[in-house]
C-alpha cells in the first residue's frame, strides 16, 4: 500500500470552513435566473451579494479571480469569498439543485464538469490566460539514479475524460484507491504504453509530492498503483503548492504531476523552474475561470454588474 509521509516538508493541512454563499433573492423581485433591473437585464450580483464562492487562499486561480474583479469595471465592489475546494463543490451542488445562481472560482479538468451542465463564463480582458497544461516535473538526478522510475514517470500521460471519470467516483464515494485501481483495469493499453521499456525492480524507494487537489489526487494514485505494480515502494506526500516545487527543486521527492503551467503555478516555475527537470505535458486542454451553471443567462464576465 502506499504510505504518506509526514515529513519536514512544511505539510498544510488547513481546514479551511465551509462558507455558504446567500443565492436567495426576493423572492417576490428575482427567480432562479437571476433580478432583473429597471432595464430588463439580468442582475445576479444582488442575487449572489457580489460574492464569488471562492477556494483555498492563495490557490492560482484565487489570485486570478482576485485580479479579475480589479481589471473587469462589472466586477467593482464584487469579492471572492475563499474558502475551500470541497467547499466550493458544495456549494456549487446546493445552487444547482436549487436552480440558484452562483459563481465559482473554477478549472478542468474536475468531476462537476462530468457530474453537471456548467460553462466558463467569457473572459475578453484575458485575466484567466488561455488553456494550461498540466506538467510532470522531476528531481534532478533521478533519471540516473532512479531509471526505471524516472521513464514511468515520464511517460505518464492521460485526458481529461480518464482523469475525470476518476475523479467523479471519487466524488460519489469510492475510495481514492478504489478508484485508481478501477481505472487502470479498465485502461490495460494505456497503462503499458507508461511502462513500456521498463523494468519490474523489487521495492526501490519513489516518492511522488502532490498538491491535495481532486485532480492531483487523482493523477497522483494512479501513478503510484502503477509504480507500485512495477515493484517500487511509493509513497505519496500531500504538500502546499509553493511547499511541493521546493520538495522536489532540493530533492527532497522525487517527482510530481501537477505543474498547472503557464498561468497557475507561474511563481512557482519562476522560482524553482531551473531545479527541477521538466517533463513536459502529462495533460492538456486545463483551463481556469468563472463558472457557472448553464441555466444561468449570462456568457461572459462583461456581463455582470457592479455593486451599487
Same mark, same amino acid.
Given at each position: 500500500m502506499k504510505k504518506v509521509q509526514w515529513k519536514h516538508l512544511g505539510l498544510v493541512f488547513a481546514a479551511a470552513p465551509m462558507m455558504f454563499i446567500a443565492a436567495c433573492g426576493d423572492e417576490e423581485a428575482g427567480t432562479e435566473e437571476g433580478t432583473a433591473g429597471e432595464s430588463g437585464e439580468v442582475n445576479y450580483g444582488e442575487?449572489?451579494?457580489?460574492?464569488?464562492t471562492g477556494i483555498e487562499p492563495g490557490a492560482g486561480v484565487v489570485a486570478a479571480s482576485e485580479t479579475a474583479?480589479?481589471?473587469?469595471e462589472s466586477l467593482e465592489g464584487w469579492e471572492v469569498v475563499t474558502s475551500s475546494s470541497g467547499a466550493m463543490a458544495t456549494e456549487l451542488g446546493a445552487a444547482i439543485d436549487k436552480?440558484?445562481?452562483i459563481i465559482v472560482t473554477g478549472w478542468s479538468p474536475h468531476? !462537476?464538469?462530468q457530474k453537471y451542465d456548467l460553462k466558463y463564463l467569457e473572459d475578453p480582458n484575458g485575466v484567466f490566460g488561455g488553456e494550461e497544461s498540466i506538467k510532470t516535473m522531476a528531481r534532478k538526478g533521478l533519471e540516473e539514479e532512479n531509471p526505471e522510475a524516472f521513464k514511468v514517470i515520464d511517460q505518464f500521460q492521460w485526458e481529461t475524460a480518464d482523469i475525470e471519470s476518476v475523479m467523479l467516483e471519487v466524488s460519489d464515494g469510492a475510495d481514492v484507491e478504489e478508484a485508481a485501481a478501477t481505472w487502470i483495469e479498465a485502461n490495460?493499453? !494505456?497503462v503499458a504504453e507508461w511502462t513500456d521499456g521498463t523494468e519490474a525492480v523489487d521495492g526501490m524507494e519513489i516518492e511522488l509530492a502532490y498538491v491535495e487537489w481532486d485532480t492531483e489526487v487523482a493523477s497522483t494514485n494512479v501513478l503510484g498503483q502503477v509504480l507500485e505494480a512495477q515493484g517500487f515502494d511509493v509513497t505519496m506526500t500531500p504538500l502546499d503548492n509553493a511547499v511541493m516545487w521546493s520538495a522536489v527543486a532540493e530533492g527532497q521527492a522525487d517527482a510530481m504531476v501537477a505543474a498547472w503551467l503557464p498561468a497557475t503555478h507561474a511563481s512557482q516555475f519562476e522560482k524553482y523552474g531551473e531545479d527541477v527537470v521538466d517533463l513536459g505535458e502529462n495533460l492538456t486542454g486545463a483551463k481556469v475561470g468563472f463558472v457557472?451553471?448553464?441555466y444561468m443567462d449570462i456568457d461572459s464576465i462583461e456581463d455582470l454588474t457592479p455593486a451599487e
Open positions: 442575487e449572489l451579494g457580489y460574492e464569488i474583479t480589479e481589471e473587469y436552480e440558484e445562481p468531476w !462537476k464538469f490495460s493499453d !494505456k457557472v451553471p448553464s
